[in-house]
């Protein structure tokens, strides 16, 4: 019997993986598409409903879109970072690979090394209370993230690169999958650094080994931190080419489009040489978004989001 309903469990688990979709918060530019865990009484944001995650992503929640709490935001310097410690896998939402969107995901096994740059969305109240991918109840007022690769749970810093500041977050969900983001941050987290109100930021996310010894793990930034001298920019790499003359070809076509500046550069990964095709840089996130889907309807690959 038991063994039974361990069965069912997985198949419905799986079902939600499988079937969310995506959709646009009503903040500017701040996308989230989550996969959930089973059905429960949710509490918090999203009242006393019945959590039914046999529903599709559409008519799951009680709320159509996001949005976030009416009236100012919370005084986050009174709530607590979270202190990262030793942590068993959550049995739930640590597939790997797993498929979303149409697209394969794999989980790593450790946070230990992580360090990327990229686009910070938040989600806020439409999924407050519902279940995460761990089946943790999300709270919009604790410090915690979704990330599509880093195992659930487990610790990340986050910087904002256009103010320095930073926020330790708890990943405890899956998302967001909007290919430009590379982190969905807790309400909180994202008024703590400044994504909020504006919906994006450009971010570095580090993760954080709580096994490893002290000197492994890099020391804490400074309590104020200043704005970077140099401000980040934003550029999409629609490849990286072992032979220079299809780059030089895929910037003919990007060029032709009337795409500007279009730039041909090299590097070195694993020790050969590339030639990456880079359109940029660009002013903002949404004109980021703007670029990428006119890029793909030209045939071309989904651009990756590059911060330098």
């Not at 069965?7 to 598409?33: K, Q």
């Not at 990262?84 to 979303?100: A, I």
């Not at 492994?216 to 309590?223: H, I, K, N």
């Amino acid at each position: 019997m038991k063994t039974r309903r361990r069965l069912s469990l997985l198949l419905a688990i799986t079902l939600v993986l499988a079937g969310c979709g995506g959709h646009r918060s009503t903040r500017p530019s701040s996308s989230h598409v989550s996969s959930h865990g089973r059905s429960s009484r949710s509490g918090g944001g999203s009242g006393d409903i019945y959590d039914d995650t046999s529903k599709p992503q559409s008519s799951r929640y009680r709320d159509g879109a996001d949005s976030i709490p009416d009236g100012p935001p919370p005084d986050v310097s009174k709530l607590p970072e979270p202190v990262p410690k030793v942590e068993p896998r959550s049995l739930y939402g640590n597939k790997s690979p797993y498929t979303v969107l149409g697209r394969t995901y794999s989980v790593l096994s450790t946070a230990r090394g992580y360090d990327e740059r990229g686009i910070a969305s938040f989600y806020g109240s439409k999924f407050h209370g519902y279940k995460t991918s761990s089946l943790e109840d999300y709270d919009m007022y604790k410090f915690t993230a979704a990330s599509k690769v880093l195992p659930l749970p487990s610790y990340a810093r986050v910087t904002n690169l256009q103010n320095g500041k930073s926020v330790i977050v708890r990943v405890n969900d899956r998302g967001p999958f909007h290919e430009d983001r590379v982190i969905d941050l807790s309400y909180a987290a994202a008024v703590k650094i400044g994504i909020w109100p504006k919906g994006t930021g450009l971010v570095e996310v580090q993760g954080i080994d709580p096994s490893a010894p002290p000197q492994e793990e890099a020391p804490p930034p400074p309590l104020v931190t200043a704005t970077p001298a140099h401000p980040p920019s934003i550029y999409l790499q629609i490849g990286a080419f072992s032979d220079p003359a299809n780059a030089e070809r895929v910037a003919a076509q990007l060029r032709v489009a009337n795409f500007a500046p279009v730039q041909v550069s090299d590097a070195t990964i694993g020790g050969r040489t590339v030639h990456r095709v880079r359109v940029g840089p660009l002013s903002d996130v949404d004109s980021a978004d703007q670029v990428s889907a006119k890029i793909e309807q030209m045939g071309l690959p989904q651009p990756q989001v590059a911060v330098d």
